[in-house]
T-cell receptor, first 116, second 114 residues
């Protein structure tokens, strides 16, 4: 059982509202990630972090922002939600395991966001 | 272009039967290949991770194979159970950067009927 938690699991919100999706892990992992997943589609990396005060944008352009003030916490924020932000957001973490990058990737249960 | 293609897109089998899911990739340079199981509305859970030197790996009723020469992998499920109904995602990692970029397939949606 992975020790990575996301809240809320489900969120329905109106256009223009600010939202923060929380992600916490208790495994002491340096690397953390946010993925976006739509039904029947592959996961797309939107943000990642290699450690405290380190954040980078992923491959999929996103209007969201992230922060990494503590190792265990990696929240994602949308300043002004729009219907196009409706999606499933998955947080993950992994430990650094050499250049082969064989570190196990642990996922949270996801946050299902619906913007009306 | 680095890609991961999975087939079939969906599959229905009867409980107790075996099945095999396919994954073809073009990712280079190759680092490792992972199979994940994702239940509806949940996060993916790792089944296996294989590096270049491994050509088969088992996890209970799940057996993954890897042919790094043809860039193909398969996931074989033996004696299927209702709880096997899920999406199975193939993920390939490159080693061309410190990030160890992950390339995700779209998954095979498996449904097991009683």
């Amino acid at each position: 059982e992975a020790d990575i938690y996301q809240t809320p699991r489900y969120l329905v919100i109106g256009t223009g509202k600010k939202i923060t999706l929380e992600c916490s892990q208790t495994m002491g992992h340096d690397k953390m990630y946010w993925y976006q997943q739509d039904p029947g589609m592959e996961l797309h990396l939107i943000h990642y972090s290699y450690g405290v005060n380190s954040t980078e944008k992923g491959d999929l352009s996103s209007e969201s922002t992230v922060s990494r003030i503590r190792t265990e916490h990696f929240p994602l924020t949308l300043e002004s939600a729009r219907p196009s932000h409706t999606s499933q957001y998955l947080c993950a973490s992994s430990e650094s395991v050499g250049v082969a990058n064989t570190g196990e990737l642990f996922f949270g249960e996801g946050s299902r966001l619906t913007v009306l | 272009k680095n890609q991961v293609e999975q087939s079939p897109q969906s599959l229905i089998i009867l409980e107790g039967k075996n099945c095999t899911l396919q994954c073809n990739y073009t990712v280079s340079p190759f680092s490792n290949l992972r199979w994940y199981k994702q239940d509806t509305g949940r996060g993916p859970v790792s089944l296996t991770i294989m590096t270049f030197s491994e050509n088969t790996k088992s996890n209970g009723r799940y057996t993954a194979t890897l042919d790094a020469d043809t860039k193909q992998s398969s996931l074989h499920i033996t004696a299927s159970q209702l709880s096997d109904s899920a999406s199975y995602i193939c993920v390939v990692s490159d080693r061309g950067s410190t990030l160890g970029r992950l390339y995700f397939g779209r998954g095979t949606q498996l449904t097991v009927w009683p």
